[in-house]
C-alpha cells in the first residue's frame, strides 16, 4: 500500500465525524400557544432572538396553535409571543439541548391571570406568592420590586399631602390664616399639580389679607391673585375658581379683569351667575367703589329676576345716587322705587320689609 493511500485511508474518518458534529450542533424551538379562551390561537408571531449573540427569526402558529423553528444553533435564547403586535409573553432558553426540539409553550389565558394576580398584589402593597415567585424570571422580579418601592414612596408623597392639606382645610375654617398659608403652601411643593391646593392656598392669603392694612395688605392680595391663577391653569373650566379669582381682583383694585372673570363664572355655571355678580357688587360696595357695585347687582338681577337680596342692593346702590330737588326733597334716579317693589315681591316678609315699605312710600309722596 503506498504511503499516499495509507494516507487518505487514515483521514477519511476523521472527515465523516467533523461532518457528523456539524450536523449536531442545530437546534429546533417550538410549541404551542393558548389564547386568552383558552383555546389554541392561530397566527401568533413567535419571536425568536438569540442573545449570547445578535440573530432573530419569526414565525407564526398554525391552526392547532402549534409553531416550530428549526436549524438554529446552540446557544440561547429568548422567545416571545405577540398578539396584534402586542408582546404578550416571554420565555428564555438559558442554553438549549440538541436533540429533541426545546419546548416554549405559551398559555396567555394563565400568563393573563397572573398578571392580573401580581399587579392587584402591586396595587395593594402585599409582597409576592411564593408560585408567583418561581413563575417570574429575574428581569420581571426586578421590575416589580422597583415598581413597588415607587408606589410604596408615592403613598408616603401622597400621605404628607393629605396631612398637609387636610390641615390646611382645618386651619382655614377656624380662620388661622398663617397656618393655612402654611400647610397649603408645603402641599403645593409635595404636588404641583393639583388645582384643589393653589384654590385654597388662594383662600388663605385672601383670608389672611382681610387682617392687614396699608403696605402689608397689597402682597397678600396678590398672593391670594396668584394662587388662583396656577388653580386656573390646571383646571380653567370651574365656575368657582373664576369667581373666587376675580373677587380677588376686585379686592386688588382690577375691577375690568375681576368682571371678566366673574362673567367667565357665569358662563360656566349659569345657575349660580346671579350669586357670583351678587357677590362681586357685595365686594365692591365694601371698597367704596359704588359705581362698578351698581353694575354688578344689575348684572346680578339681569341673569336671576328672582334673586330679592340683590334687588335690595341694588336699590340702595341706586339711593346713592339720588339728588336732592326743590325744598331739600330727596329725587331717586329712575329705578329705584321699582327695585324695592320687586324685593318685596319676592320677600314680603324679610325682617326689614316693613322699612322698605316706609321708604318706597316716602319714594312715592310728592
Not at 436549524?71 to 432558553?93: C, F, N
Not at 337680596?309 to 346713592?320: C, E, F, H, R, V
Not at 330727596?330 to 320689609?353: H, I
Request: glycine fraction near 8%; charged fraction near 25%.
Amino acid at each position: 500500500m503506498t504511503a499516499m493511500l495509507r494516507k487518505l485511508l487514515l483521514t477519511a474518518p476523521l472527515t465523516l465525524l467533523f461532518a457528523a458534529s456539524c450536523f449536531a450542533q442545530t437546534v429546533a424551538i417550538e410549541g404551542t400557544v393558548i389564547g386568552d379562551d383558552g383555546k389554541p390561537l392561530q397566527g401568533a408571531e413567535i419571536k425568536i432572538e438569540r442573545i449570547d449573540i445578535k440573530g432573530n427569526w419569526k414565525t407564526k402558529t398554525d391552526k392547532k396553535g402549534h409553531y416550530f423553528y428549526g436549524g438554529l444553533q446552540g446557544g440561547s435564547y429568548k422567545v416571545t409571543v405577540e398578539v396584534d403586535k402586542v408582546a404578550r409573553d416571554t420565555m428564555s432558553i438559558p442554553r438549549t439541548k440538541y436533540g429533541d426540539p426545546n419546548q416554549a409553550d405559551f398559555n396567555l389565558q394563565k400568563s393573563k391571570k397572573e398578571i392580573a394576580d401580581i399587579q392587584k398584589a402591586a396595587d395593594s402593597g402585599q409582597g409576592l406568592s411564593k408560585e408567583q415567585e418561581r413563575a417570574m424570571s429575574a428581569e420581571e422580579k426586578a421590575k416589580f420590586e422597583k415598581a413597588q418601592k415607587e408606589r410604596e414612596q408615592q403613598m408616603a408623597k401622597n400621605k404628607a399631602l393629605n396631612d398637609a392639606f387636610n390641615a390646611g382645610r382645618e386651619a382655614l375654617a377656624a380662620q388661622q390664616w398663617d397656618v393655612a398659608v402654611t400647610q397649603f403652601q408645603k402641599a403645593s411643593e409635595l404636588d404641583p399639580n393639583q388645582h384643589v391646593v393653589f384654590a385654597n392656598l388662594g383662600d388663605a392669603h385672601i383670608g389672611r389679607a382681610k387682617k392687614l392694612a396699608g403696605a402689608e395688605k397689597t402682597p397678600e392680595i396678590e398672593a391670594g391673585i396668584a394662587s388662583y391663577r396656577k388653580a386656573l391653569e390646571i383646571k380653567p373650566d370651574d365656575a368657582s375658581y373664576h369667581n373666587n379669582f376675580g373677587l380677588a381682583l376686585a379686592q386688588g383694585g382690577k375691577f375690568e379683569e375681576a368682571q371678566a372673570e366673574l362673567n367667565k363664572a357665569a358662563q360656566l355655571d349659569p345657575a349660580q351667575a346671579g350669586k357670583f355678580y351678587y357677590n362681586l357688587g357685595a365686594l365692591l360696595t365694601n371698597a367704596g367703589q359704588s359705581e362698578p357695585a351698581t353694575v354688578a347687582f344689575k348684572k346680578a338681577i339681569e341673569v336671576d329676576p328672582n334673586y330679592a337680596d340683590a334687588y335690595y342692593q341694588y336699590g340702595i346702590s341706586l339711593m346713592g345716587k339720588a339728588t336732592l330737588g326743590e325744598g331739600g326733597k330727596m329725587v331717586p334716579v329712575a329705578g329705584t322705587g321699582e327695585a324695592f317693589q320687586k324685593y318685596l315681591e319676592l320677600a314680603p316678609n324679610a325682617f326689614d320689609s316693613e322699612r322698605i315699605r316706609r321708604r318706597l312710600q316716602a319714594l312715592r309722596t310728592p
